[in-house]
């Protein structure tokens, strides 16, 4: 098998796992859509994930990081009672 297959397939499997998860989170959260829908919605969100793979790797982390708290050196300290 050469290399350009091995390439191929990784990245098949990488679309193929991606649209799982997409499909496995988009039944949970509507679960009264059709299956087309969801498949659609599924194609939707994997194309632009991989859109952003390609042409805005910055900007995909920045969306992941705003999702999760980050915490940095810099904002560490205790927060005050208001803040909460």
């Known amino acids: 098998m050469s290399l350009a297959t091995r390439y191929?397939?990784?990245?098949?499997?990488?679309?193929?796992?991606?649209?799982?998860?997409?499909f496995w989170k988009n039944s949970r959260?509507?679960?009264r859509k059709s299956r087309l829908w969801r498949l659609g919605k599924d194609a939707i969100d994997t194309g632009l994930v991989m859109l952003m793979v390609i042409y805005?790797?910055?900007?995909?982390?920045a969306c992941v990081a705003e999702d999760h708290e980050v915490v940095s050196p810099v904002n560490s300290g205790p927060r005050p009672l208001n803040a909460l």
């Not at 805005?56 to 982390?61: G, R, S």
């Open 29 to 31: 959260s509507y679960p």
């Open 56 to 61: 805005a790797p910055a900007l995909l982390l």
């Open 8 to 22: 191929r397939l990784f990245w098949a499997a990488l679309m193929a796992a991606l649209l799982g998860l997409a």
